[in-house]
């Protein structure tokens, strides 16, 4: 576990899912924390869990840049500094094909999932760089690296989080500031059923159900939870990370290693997929040829 003893970390996103798991993980690695988010009910909830000592909520919407840049105000208040800012919050955006586009969907989901990042970053080097350095980590996603997990706009911010946390490394380097990005595979949260239109309660069941259910979609037998990326992004808020920054990590459980049959015996390649037979078929198959013979 990650030693993170002493130093003040903001999550955004902080009332569900890996961001929850964050405050979890963060807490039990020393780790005072200013958690944000829109669902007031739960980030109040976290204060009565670990006591305001340890654990601070502020609301905060992270596409209002005024709440944004409060938020970190707000942690040098309550806490006194900021050493790690993870910007993490986040939904599905817009479901839109390129196609069925709108002005609307596209500036939504990219305020949510990319603007934010780059005020987040910018409002957190501000006050950093006052303090002699820190650790930022945005939370990206596989689908900046293959089509398919997500909508085309949800998938295209996440690569521009990415490429903008090699960046932004580069940059704020000189004050001793590191910045990486985090890119989770299929991990059971409340983000699918959220997506979908569903109510937080509906969607918070779905991500239990997920979490029985999805294993084997991925080499490691098992669907993601947010305590794997929580895991990863306290090593990186950590100074046993002094030497990284502007890097991207995928956590997923090995589901983007390459084509089901690369992992799974039982599964077909691409020729029988092609023939449209399953292994066992295709077994069937020889056996009648070679009594044929
Ligand atoms: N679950 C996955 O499989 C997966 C995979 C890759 C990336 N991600 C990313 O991980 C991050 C966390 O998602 P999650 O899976 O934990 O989902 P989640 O729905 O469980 O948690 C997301 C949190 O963000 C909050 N939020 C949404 N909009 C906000 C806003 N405008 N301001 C402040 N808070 C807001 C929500 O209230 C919620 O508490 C997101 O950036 C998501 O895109 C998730």
């Known amino acids: 576990m990650a030693d993170l003893s002493g130093k003040v970390a903001v999550i955004t996103g902080a009332a569900s899912g890996i961001g929850l798991a964050g405050v979890e993980t963060f807490v039990e690695a020393g780790a005072k924390v200013i958690a944000a988010d829109i669902q007031d009910e739960k980030g109040r909830a976290l ?4 006591g305001t000592d340890k654990v601070r ?13 409060a938020l970190m105000d707000g942690a040098v208040s309550h806490f006194g500094k900021i050493d790690v800012v993870w910007n993490n919050a986040g939904s599905g955006g817009t479901p839109a094909t390129v196609e069925e586009l709108d002005e609307e969907g596209y500036d939504m989901t990219m305020d949510l999932l ?3 990042v780059f005020f987040g970053t910018k409002y957190a080097v501000e006050r950093m760089k006052e303090s002699g350095g820190g650790a930022i980590i945005n939370t990206s996603s596989i689908s900046a690296l293959e089509a398919g997990w997500a909508p085309i706009t949800y998938s295209v911010a996440k690569i521009g989080v990415a490429h903008f946390s090699r960046i932004a490394a580069a940059q704020v380097a000189k004050y001793k500031i590191r910045v990486n990005a985090i890119l989770p595979g299929f991990i059971a949260t409340s983000i699918f059923g959220a997506s979908l239109g569903m109510s937080r309660e509906v969607a918070d069941q779905m991500a239990e159900m997920l979490a029985q259910q999805g294993g084997s979609m991925q080499p490691a037998g098992r669907t993601g939870q947010g305590k794997d990326i929580a895991e990863m992004a306290a090593f990186l808020a950590s100074d046993a990370a002094e030497f990284i920054t502007g890097s991207q990590f995928t956590v997923d459980g090995g589901i983007t290693v390459g084509p089901r049959h690369s992992w799974d015996e039982t599964a077909g390649g691409p020729v029988l997929e092609a023939l449209g037979i399953t292994p066992e078929q295709a077994e069937q198959m020889a056996a009648a040829m070679q009594a044929q013979k």
């Open 57 to 69: 909520y502020i609301h905060c919407d992270v596409m209002d840049l005024a709440e944004l840049e």
């Open 47 to 50: 204060e009565a869990r670990f």
């Open 114 to 116: 990319l603007k934010q």
